[in-house]
């Protein structure tokens, strides 16, 4: 049985460590290790973007990433080792706002689990991003409403 | 009945939580009316009602229901339109 990490980390206090996210799914048994790292961009439709904070309802959060997790396992393999951290607060340009390590035996499953619980986070996890532009302004971004009973929506594209 | 709701995203100029009174009985569906009634108690000017209509509300473990029944005390967190990740 693979193991599951999931957490959110304060990024004044805690940022997210891309080392230490591969090294918690480099395990003897997994032959592939596939990383997604999110980070600020610097602009947003047509918007300069200085920076962004992310807003979290951790504990919905945190039960969020667990189901995706499970529903990965359920999917590709119950040995996939699994790590997902999200930051919550005050990021600059380049920062990290998500890193999710997938470690498993071949690389298929590895690139499958990977994108499917980005996907699934981006649609499903009670999390808010508010841009701050360089003239001054910001804004919340306009995201995916939820469904009532929100469970593996669709893996298009996003964002 | 007294109801929190606990905000995010969007809702965060209006602060951490807005209490409501309910009517015993009330579900979930009943919510919105007077949670953006006390919106605009803060801010005169809020007048998003599409903000109101596209959120959800949620414990810490679920998503709720429409339907979903409601009781004195409950502490319960609106969830606009996500956009982690």
């Given at each position: 049985m693979g193991e599951i990490f999931v957490e959110i980390f304060n990024s004044d206090e805690k940022p997210i460590n891309?080392?230490?996210a591969l090294?918690?799914?480099?395990?003897?048994?997994?032959?592939?290790?596939?990383m997604f790292i999110g980070t600020v961009r610097n602009h947003n439709q047509g918007k300069q973007v200085l920076g962004v904070s992310y807003d979290v309802f951790e504990p919905l959060a945190k039960q969020s990433?667990?189901?995706?997790?499970?529903?990965?396992q359920k999917k590709w393999g119950k040995d996939l080792d699994l790590y997902v951290v999200h930051s919550r607060g005050r990021l600059n340009i380049g920062g990290v706002s998500i890193v999710i390590g997938?470690?498993?035996?071949?690389r298929d499953e590895g690139f499958k689990a990977c994108r499917y619980i980005i996907e699934q986070i981006k649609h499903r996890s009670p999390i808010w991003k508010l841009e701050h532009y360089v003239d001054g302004d910001s804004e919340w971004t306009k995201g995916c409403e939820l469904c009532e009973h929100s469970h593996q929506v669709p893996e298009h594209s996003h964002g | 009945m007294?109801?929190?709701?606990?905000?995010?995203?969007?809702?965060r100029?209006?602060?951490?939580q807005v209490e409501i009174d309910l009517a015993q009985g009330a579900q979930v569906s009943d919510i919105r009316e007077p949670f953006f009634a006390e919106l605009q108690l803060i801010d005169k000017n809020f007048n998003n009602k599409a903000l109101l209509d596209s959120s959800r509300f949620a414990t810490k473990t679920e998503i709720l229901s429409e339907n979903a029944a409601l009781k004195n005390g409950?502490?319960?967190?609106?969830?606009p339109p996500v956009a982690g990740g």
């Open positions: 891309i080392e230490v090294s918690h799914v480099t395990q003897a048994p997994n032959g592939a290790e596939t990433f667990l189901e995706i997790c499970q529903e990965a997938v470690g498993s035996p071949h | 007294k109801i929190i709701v606990q905000l995010f995203g969007a809702y100029p209006f602060g951490e409950d502490i319960i967190a609106i969830i």
